[in-house]
């Protein structure tokens, strides 16, 4: 398999856009990691596509999320089950 490594040079704008969308998804995975905690001690199972379809949600409810790609947010719901298989 053959795989590229490129270095990124972003203005200061880009960067504070990508650090801005980076702080968006750790608040996404901490609250998706504390619903699964929270159903955990209720006995609710919530799982993968439990949480991916809150995204749909999420995004309505909170302008600064609709800006962001849904395959970037469905990342973190997959990150989030991928930790806890």
Same mark, same amino acid.
């Given at each position: 398999?053959l795989?590229?490594?490129?270095r990124?040079y972003?203005t !200061?704008a880009?960067?504070a856009?990508?650090?801005?969308?980076l702080?968006?998804c750790?608040?996404?995975?901490n609250a998706?990691?504390?619903?699964?905690?929270?159903?955990?001690? !209720?006995g *609710?199972?919530?799982?993968?596509?439990t949480?991916e379809?809150?995204?749909?949600?999420?995004?309505?409810?909170?302008?600064?999320?609709s800006? *962001?790609h849904t395959?970037?947010? $469905?990342?973190?719901?997959?990150?989030?089950d991928?930790a806890? $298989?």
């Open positions: 398999m795989t590229y490594t490129f990124l972003p !200061k880009q960067e856009l990508l650090l801005d969308l702080e968006k750790r608040l996404l995975y998706a990691l504390q619903e699964r905690r929270d159903g955990y001690k !209720k *609710i199972k919530v799982n993968h596509k949480q379809k809150a995204l749909t949600e999420i995004k309505n409810t909170n302008p600064e999320y800006e *962001i395959h970037i947010l $469905q990342d973190v719901t997959t990150r989030i991928r806890f $298989q």
